[in-house]
């Protein structure tokens, strides 16, 4: 299994909604990212976890929230989002301390904020 | 700070023929990684090719491979036999080999294959 699964694919949502994108491996991977790609932009990166603890918040605004309950899970928590939140949203991991210092993209959560 | 430059938003070539996209980067580090990915309609961002800034041999993945001038900071991508499937938007992207886990995109090439 060399695969990184999100879901939902995609996502609408309101501003007082509160919402949950889940992306998971089964890669034994233990260094697991969330990304966030407006249109015809680059991914930015938001936040990355290594061996279940968060190790890198890039500044991103408290209305997103990030877990990882487990090595082979990341959810990423949705509370009173704004429009301008409405991009995908990339899931990736990539295996800690491994000189491969390849990224496994999940197909990313469409989400539009009304 | 490290930044990466794609200076063509947008690139043609013809089925079976050669193209190449342009990335230039600045660092002050003297190790690190370099990536080219390809984000297809899918939106999957896939691998294409890895070179470490240590190596001078340029990477090479089948059809697909590298220009890697160091000096230059320069880092482009040849595909060879072009194929309807390479249609894509390609992202350059630079990761230093020193723990710091951020990759930093370009702003990509959108490379359409003419039939």
């Known amino acids: 299994d060399t695969e990184v699964t999100q879901t939902p694919k995609h996502l609408v949502m309101g501003m007082t909604n509160k919402k949950s994108l889940k992306c998971e491996q089964h890669m034994g991977h233990r260094a697991m990212y969330w990304y966030k790609q407006k249109a015809k932009k680059p991914p930015e990166l938001m936040f990355v976890?290594?061996?279940?603890?968060?190790?890198i918040n890039e500044s991103v605004p408290s209305r997103f929230s990030p877990e990882c309950p487990n090595s082979s899970l990341l959810n990423l928590h949705l509370h009173a989002l704004q429009p301008e939140d409405s991009a995908l949203y990339l899931c990736?991991?990539?295996?800690?301390?491994?000189?491969?210092?390849?990224?496994?993209f999940g197909s990313g959560t469409q989400l539009s904020v009304l | 700070a490290q930044t990466v430059t794609q200076s063509q938003p947008e690139m043609s070539v013809q089925e079976a023929e050669t193209v190449t996209l342009s990335c230039t980067y600045d660092?002050?580090?003297?190790?690190?990684?370099l990536f080219w990915y390809k984000q297809p309609p899918s939106r999957q961002m896939i691998l294409v090719i890895r070179?470490?800034?240590?190596?001078?041999q340029n990477a090479t993945e089948n059809r697909f491979s590298v220009n890697f001038q160091k000096a230059a900071k320069s880092f482009s991508l040849k595909i060879s036999d072009s194929q309807l499937g390479d249609a894509a938007m390609y992202f350059c992207?630079?990761?230093?080999?020193?723990?710091?886990?951020?990759?930093?995109f370009g702003t990509g090439t959108r490379l359409t294959i003419i039939p």
């Open positions: 070179q470490e800034a240590y190596k001078q």
């Open positions: 992207a630079y990761r230093s080999r020193g723990g710091n886990e951020k990759l930093t």
């Open positions: 976890y290594s061996y279940e603890k968060l190790s």
């Open positions: 990736a991991s990539r295996r800690e301390g491994s000189t491969n210092e390849k990224l496994f």
């Open positions: 660092t002050s580090e003297s190790d690190y990684y």
